[in-house]
């Protein structure tokens, strides 16, 4: 079992930045990928960022050279800075969290807004 909970989202306008973090209940070694989703009203759950224990990274297109994700295994942390945000980046953002081979874990989400 994995507890996820998110932090950091909030109302920002165009350009701006926030740092979204997630911390897990259990130590992010044994944790294989750890990533954010997002979904805005109306769409689909999107992938955003990924990060594999080893610290591989995967970005989806509409975020590269503007996000970074990150983990802090000492504190069973993973981050995603968010930098030149824009409306069309307004959703709410959600942690999830893999254990191989069971299913996803899941954060509760965190809104964030993008103001133009």
């Known amino acids: 079992q994995v507890q996820l909970v998110e932090s950091g989202g909030g109302l920002v306008q165009a350009g701006g930045s926030l740092r979204l973090s997630c911390a897990a209940s259990r130590s992010t070694y044994s944790i294989n990928v750890m990533g954010w989703y997002r979904q805005a009203p109306g769409n689909q759950r999107e992938l955003v960022a990924a990060?594999?224990?080893?610290?591989?990274?995967d970005y989806a297109d509409s975020v590269k050279d503007r996000f970074t994700i990150s983990r802090d295994n000492a504190k069973n942390t993973v981050y995603l800075q968010m930098n030149s945000l824009k409306p069309e980046d307004t959703a709410v953002y959600y942690c999830?969290?893999?254990?191989?081979?069971?299913?996803?874990?899941w954060g509760q989400g965190t809104q964030v807004t993008v103001s133009s």
């Open positions: 990060i594999s224990s080893g610290g591989s990274q």
């Open positions: 999830y969290a893999v254990v191989w081979p069971q299913p996803k874990y």
